[in-house]
T-cell receptor
Framework: GESVGLHLPTLSVQEGDNSIINCAYSNSASDYFIWYKQESGKGPQFIIDIRSNMDKRQGQRVTVLLNKTVKHLSLQIAATQPGDSAVYFC????????????FGQGTELSVKP | EPEVTQTPSHQVTQMGQEVILRCVPISNHLYFYWYRQILGQKVEFLVSFYNNEISEKSEIFDDQFSVERPDGSNFTLKIRSTKLEDSAMYFCASNGNLYSGANVLTFGAGSRLTVL
């Protein structure tokens, strides 16, 4: 079935440390995964995406890792800053269903100064 | 940077009333979506719209919901007879090209609906 979920609901890190946010998915037919950041009172904001034929993709201070064997996705944020405090969602895109996104439950990242 | 604009930002209504939430997608986008987020929960897909028709809808999107693109710029979500459980943040999103990557899918800031 279609299901994307997250392991931890909250994560608290010290400013400057690295953060790792995890996500599990169940749809083995998925071919595209995305990480979104949602700040309070705002809509989801694209961070980074990865195709299913890739294991790793790097952006600016962020890295997404995909392990298809165990259906696991992670977002790594280097040198976490207070501005990174938000809820992070993984999502799966279904091109054959009008491009709809199925979101995971979300992890709230709190960065302590 | 182009934005998806949603109005109203917050609407309070009585149970049983009709509500229309409005969205102005990015002007050259072709794919339009509504999502909702109940407080503290994940974002849930409601409906996708392309070429003036619904291309996909979820089980949440029952007969009480409808969408329309009345004038080529607005994209509306109507709830005919609101229920308490319709209270949520509703996000509109638009996409220019499905296969260009997810970074071109843009969400609006949301409309908060409170049903009393």
């Amino acid at each position: 079935g279609e299901s994307v979920g997250l392991h931890l609901p909250t994560l608290s890190v010290q400013e400057g440390d690295n953060s790792i946010i995890n996500c599990a998915y169940s749809n083995s037919a998925s071919d595209y995964f995305i990480w979104y950041k949602q700040e309070s009172g705002k809509g989801p904001q694209f961070i980074i995406d990865i195709r299913s034929n890739m294991d790793k993709r790097q952006g600016q201070r962020v890295t997404v890792l995909l392990n298809k064997t165990v259906k696991h996705l992670s977002l790594q944020i280097a040198a976490t800053q207070p501005g990174d405090s938000a809820v992070y969602f993984c999502a799966e895109i279904f091109y054959n269903q009008g491009g709809k996104l199925i979101f995971g439950q979300g992890t709230e990242l709190s960065v302590k100064p | 940077e182009p934005e998806v604009t949603q109005t109203p930002s917050h609407q309070v209504t009585q149970m049983g009333q009709e509500v229309i939430l409005r969205c102005v997608p990015i002007s050259n986008h072709l794919y339009f979506y509504w999502y909702r987020q109940i407080l503290g929960q994940k974002v849930e897909f409601l409906v996708s719209f392309y070429n003036n028709e619904i291309s996909e809808k979820s089980e949440i999107f029952d007969d009480q919901f409808s969408v329309e693109r009345p004038d080529g710029s607005n994209f509306t979500l109507k709830i005919r007879s609101t229920k308490l459980e319709d209270s949520a943040m509703y996000f509109c999103a638009s996409n220019g090209n499905l296969y260009s990557g997810a970074n071109v899918l843009t969400f609006g800031a949301g409309s908060r609906l409170t049903v009393l």
